[in-house]
């Protein structure tokens, strides 16, 4: 499968503790998002890279969050000194664009659940 | 400020019947982008359709339409003969020519047979 491949899916831990997610994009894709879901909520936007270069950051993504994407293939996705508010499904997507903003689809990974106890 | 509201939080119907599913958004750019996405229990979000702002044809793909309309900030979404497998958590989202999607809150379809 070709997807976009996200791990772990689950990830439970304690308060204070440090978590990294990774997502591998489509192969193709340069463009690469990270956005948070929470219960019952849509996803929110967290930042952006294209290709090896971080574009874009919301003000959601605070100093415990830090995102690379080291050589424009895979990324990761590191929260430090986790809190209970960070509880929640972190979803990575990606795209292709050669130049300018990106409008068109998007393609998801399911998604990595975090549970801070 | 951008912004989607979604204000149907939960609908049920029975399968067969036509169900429509709200979208209201705001923005003050005369360029941008709407969307559907739709979110099955598996949590992959998966692309239905991408509508801009110049663009206010309505579009029918087999059971599904959208309805746009820029006098109402309205971007509607219509199933026809719904069916158990459009059981899924729809969102609507809204781009102003930036890679950053906003998105509603959502809307949970449960279709039950």
């Known amino acids: 499968d070709t997807g976009v491949s996200q791990n772990p899916r689950h990830k439970i831990t304690k308060r204070g503790q440090n978590v990294t997610f990774r997502c591998d994009p489509i192969?193709?894709?340069?463009?690469l998002y990270w956005y948070r879901q929470t219960l019952g909520q849509g996803p929110e936007f967290l930042t952006y890279?294209?290709?090896?270069?971080?574009?874009?950051k919301s003000r959601l993504l605070s100093d415990r969050f830090s995102a690379e994407r080291p050589k424009g293939s895979f990324s990761t996705l590191e929260i430090q000194r986790t809190e209970q508010g960070d509880s929640a499904m972190y979803l990575c997507?990606?795209?292709?664009?050669?130049?300018?903003?990106?409008?068109?689809?998007?393609?998801f990974g399911e998604g990595s659940r975090l549970t801070v106890l | 400020a951008q912004k989607v509201t979604q204000a149907q939080t939960e609908i049920s119907v029975v399968e067969k019947e036509d169900v429509t599913l709200d979208c209201v958004y705001e923005?003050?750019?005369?360029?941008?982008?709407l969307f559907w996405y739709k979110q099955p229990p598996s949590g992959e979000l998966v692309f239905l359709i991408r509508?801009?702002?110049?663009?206010?044809q309505n579009e029918i793909s087999g059971r599904y339409s959208w309805n746009f309309q820029k006098s109402t900030s309205s971007f509607n979404f219509t199933i026809t003969a719904s069916q158990v497998v459009d059981s899924a958590v729809y969102f609507c989202?809204?781009?102003?020519?930036?890679?950053?999607?906003?998105f509603g809150t959502g809307t949970r379809l449960q279709v039950f047979p």
């Open positions: 997507a990606s795209s292709f664009s050669k130049a300018g903003p990106y409008t068109g689809e998007l393609f």
């Open positions: 192969s193709e894709h340069n463009r």
């Open positions: 890279f294209q290709n090896e270069a971080q574009l874009e």
């Open positions: 923005t003050r750019d005369t360029t941008y982008y």
């Open positions: 509508r801009n702002s110049f663009d206010e």
């Open positions: 989202a809204l781009s102003v020519y930036t890679d950053k999607l906003i």
